[in-house]
DNA sequence: CAATTTTTGAGGGTAATCCCTGATATTAGA
DNA sequence: TCTAATATCAGGGATTACCCTCAAAAATTG
């Protein structure tokens, strides 16, 4: 028997599920939350196997929810369940412990299937959740792009300086390593200066990491 | 008429497509590329409107081809194609402008969707490809409760002085800021030093982005 | 091959960081 | 309530980073 835990602020969707749910007697609809607060000491309470979580939840949403979760009941899944396909609400409850996502719009028969193949540990998301996020991956690209445009190309000997700088070496190491001049090491240091437009090595360390200029 | 390139070393692989592909009324294939460098000529030499690219080609990888081309060739619309279902070659070359991705144990049905499906603009993705990517996606999770274990707490006005150390203040701008003495910043950036294990305020700066620490 | 960019290097100086050893209120947790 | 952590501040010194100007090989690119 899989006891599951609806919560959802949304009375009527609420009794959908529960009434999909009836006609399955392997699965047992034990409880419901209204607001994200009261979620995590009813899944303790009621040994809740499934929580279908709405990620839009009133008092705690469900991405705090999910990562609280994750620490204080590690053995619940979770199924995050929002009415919009919003690649970052996708993303970041993903990223926090959810074990599937599925859409509000997802028939009977999808649901059920859903709930049984996280129960039996594996993960589950829906045809456009999943569509949404390899859509997501591909505009990477155009941001790279105009982000890149900003700032001039940093050259690999810069590029080498730089990674090194990140690294917390100083000047004198970094020189030692590249086997070259302090003098130099602090030339391509104040060309990153300059074409980064950053006053320190802290704000070095910023642009690079925000940008990924290792990557390439 | 839909004009097709095949890149691919593997010369019987290039065979199958074609011979499935010569069944196709609407689509012709105009060329064939057995190494990287050679892709980007022949794209624009033969008008090709799809390109089905091997992520692991010789000479110039893929992903590079397909870096290139979205510079030189914007009008070509890449199919990556490989042999296995890598979730790193998969991001880096979604990210790089293709706007498909395909195994090659992809069947005749497939394949031809694929192809007319990013003909028509949009994007194409295989089933396995897709869940690997989701899968990817969760394991940020285990990766970020590993690290934020190793180091103690930074307490709260410690965060402040972080966060404006990584937005390239000096110790004298945060005293003015905070309203206390560069003694006491200088204390706090000590404290930070040695919680987090560092030794420079570039270090600083890399820990706090990598580890979110100012995100809560 | 000419022009540009990159990489290399120097002198000399100012400003900022980092390290050490202290100390005293204030605050929060057990 | 008592203890531990936090936030505040100081002197002094060593090291490092940052700025300026300048310049000459070396590599790339047209």
Redesign the pocket.
């Known amino acids: 028997m899989i006891n599951i835990l609806i919560a959802d602020d949304h009375k009527m969707f609420v009794d959908g599920i529960e009434s999909i749910l009836r006609l399955e007697p392997d699965m047992k609809v034990v409880g419901r939350c209204y607001d994200g607060s009261s979620v995590e000491e009813a899944v303790i309470r009621l040994k809740a196997d499934i929580l279908l979580l709405d990620v839009n939840l009133p008092g705690m949403n469900g991405i705090e929810v999910c990562k609280k979760l994750s620490t204080t009941a590690k053995h619940v899944k979770i199924i995050a369940i929002s009415m919009f396909n919003e690649e970052s609400y996708v993303t970041e409850i993903l990223s926090n412990g959810a074990s599937g996502y599925i859409l509000k719009n997802t028939g009977r028969e999808e649901l059920i299937k859903a709930i049984k193949t996280v129960d039996s540990g594996l993960s589950y998301f829906s045809e456009e959740v999943k569509h949404t996020i390899m859509k997501g991956l591909m505009k990477n690209n155009e941001k790279k792009e105009q982000k890149s445009k900003f700032f001039p ?1 940093v ?4 590029k080498e300086v730089l990674a090194l700088i990140i690294d917390e070496h ?3 190491e970094i020189a030692s390593k ?1 086997y ?5 090491v ?6 990153l ?1 300059n074409k980064l437009n950053v ?3 802290a704000g070095l360390v910023r642009v690079a990491m925000e940008n990924n200029l290792l990557a390439e």
């Open positions: 190309k050259s690999k000997r810069e100083t000047t004198q590249l070259i001049s302090l003098k130099t602090e030339s391509h240091r104040s060309s200066l006053r320190n090595s």
